[in-house]
C-alpha cells in the first residue's frame, strides 16, 4: 500500500463500516443516472491513485447497493403488510344477499311462464313404430369385390377393370398372369 492511499483507506474504511446508518433517501440517489456516472469517474480516480484505494472503492460501492436493496427490501415489506390490513372484511350473509350496486349490470332475459307437456298424446304413438324409409335394410354387395357366379374373388374384378380399360396392356405379359 502505497503512503497515499493510507488517508483514502482510513476514509473508505470507516464509510464502509458505518453505512447501514447511511440515511434512506442518499442510498435511493443510487438510481440516479448522474449518481452512476459519479460512481464510475470515483472509482477511475481511486484506481489512479492505488490498487488499494481502487479495492476499497468498489467495496464501498457494492456495499452501499447491497444497504440500497435491503431498504428497498424493508419498504416493499411495509406496503404489503399494510395492504393486508387494508383489506375489506367479508361480506356477512345479510349483505351477501343484497345486489351489488357498484357495477351496472343488465336485467336478466325473464323466462316464458308457459309450461310444456312431455308425455305422449293421441298423436304420438310410442308403440307403432314404422321403418324411416322402406330401403334402409335393402343393402347389395358390389359384384366387383366378391366373387360372382361361383367365380374365385379375384376373376370377377379382374374382368370389370378388363372391360373398363384398366386391365392389361397389349404386347406386355404381366408375372403371375393365369388368363
Known sequence: MYRTELTYFIILTVIILFSEFLPTTLLLLLDNFVARIFIVLLLLYLISIGPTAGILGLMLIAIMYLE???RKVVVAAKKIDEMDWNR???ATVEEASQPQ???PVNEF???EEEESNFFPTETCDSENFEPVAPSI?????LSSIYPLNGHEAGNSSDQLYEKLGFGHIK???TIGDTI
Open 68 to 70: 440500497r436493496n435491503k
Open 88 to 90: 375489506p372484511q367479508q
Open 101 to 103: 350496486k357498484t357495477v
Open 109 to 111: 332475459d325473464k323466462p
Open 137 to 141: 335394410n335393402e343393402k347389395v354387395v
Open 171 to 173: 404386347g406386355v405379359e
